[in-house]
């Protein structure tokens, strides 16, 4: 009854939880969504007998004003994630590729599989960065789709904006490039492509965004993709419908309007990100542009594994997130940040 195929697709694996806790595992932010956007939810699911807006038409127009674009080049979907899959919907079949770095956003191979795509992974450079010169290479004729994850996931590196507009140079007009950027509130690079910059001049590139990070949103589900008409209103047909809820786009609306409460939590974290990686340089921690540092697994080689690594801090009751490649830690507050530092010493 099922297909085949399916039995070699692994589950996605979510960070770990644990009772009493320090839960850095997930990327997710320690304080709650905004007062504003609780208010609003709140009054939202008071409604909860009724469907959703389907078109998400309020939350699409703040959007497109914020983006400085229109309606027709704004969808929102169940998170980033969901929109990830979607585009993966409206340009592949089995016949096709998708281009993706690796490692990053570890669904992306799994979005491709899906629908029977193959998932091409291309490694990062020697400095844990997206390779955008071996990620054009490697695109073909059966090419659709490529991700670029920026920030990336789980290292935290960036491309400049020079290698990006080389990159996209080499691709195909008929390729769609995704650019990533769920977690760009953080990013404070002063040298890397931001997707609105691209839309006019390639209209082949859209944009990813999510509520999930830095507005404090993860467990309502709400993200967004921006680009050309023609590539949002495909992403549009394939959406299940009423996918985001009313409680989801209230949340979002009152969030989007609230960015000066949403700049001093970001500028928190950034403050925290800075102190962790230079405490634990000696440990190889590499600096970030997002809500999270890595450790690649050779510069902590000889503390153990990633694993082994996770184990300990576990034992010490702060969850972080162990890759083949390294360990991930999510950046949170001065109190969260005190703890990891006492279990890791």
């Not at 956007?37 to 078109?55: H, I, S």
């Not at 570890?106 to 997206?130: M, T, W």
Request: net charge negative.
């Amino acid at each position: 009854m099922i297909r085949a195929d399916l039995a070699n697709l692994p589950a996605y694996v979510p960070g770990k939880r644990a009772e009493n806790a320090i839960k850095l595992s997930s990327n997710e932010t320690l304080q709650p969504p905004l007062p504003s956007a609780v208010e609003a939810m709140q009054t939202a699911a008071a409604g909860a007998n009724r469907y959703p807006d389907m078109g998400a038409i309020e939350l699409r127009t703040a959007l497109a004003e914020h983006l400085g674009l229109t309606l027709d080049n704004v969808a929102v979907g169940t998170g980033s994630s969901a929109l990830c899959q979607q585009l993966v919907q409206i340009t592949c079949t089995a016949a096709d590729e998708i281009v993706f770095p690796w490692r990053s956003f570890e669904a992306y191979p799994l979005f491709a599989q899906v629908v029977g795509a193959k998932p091409v992974a291309v490694p990062l450079d020697d400095n844990h960065g997206v390779d955008l010169k071996a990620m054009a290479a490697a695109i073909t004729e059966h090419t659709r789709l490529v991700f670029v994850c920026n920030p990336n996931n789980p290292t935290g590196t960036t491309v400049t904006t020079a290698e990006f507009q080389e990159f996209l140079a080499a691709v195909p007009a008929d390729v769609i490039v995704a650019l990533d950027e769920a977690y760009f509130e953080y990013n404070r690079a002063t040298d890397t492509p931001v997707a609105t910059d691209f839309l006019d001049s390639h209209p082949n590139v859209v944009g990813l965004r999510t509520f999930s990070k830095a507005y404090s949103l993860a467990g309502v589900r709400v993200g967004y993709a921006f680009g050309s008409a023609e590539i949002i209103g495909a992403l549009n047909k394939v959406a299940i419908p009423f996918s985001v809820s009313a409680v989801a786009q209230a949340g979002a609306l009152a969030s989007l309007h609230a960015q000066d409460e949403l700049s001093e939590r970001i500028e928190t974290t950034i403050e925290q990100r800075a102190r962790v990686v230079e405490s634990l340089a000696d440990h190889g921690a590499l600096p970030s542009e997002a809500n999270f540092i890595w450790l690649p697994a050779d510069a902590v080689s000889a503390l153990g594994t990633p694993q082994e690594i996770a184990a300990n801090l576990a034992e010490k009751g702060v969850l972080v997130r162990a890759f083949p490649e390294g360990v991930r830690i999510t950046i949170t507050t001065q109190e969260e940040s005190d703890a990891l530092l006492k279990a890791w010493g």
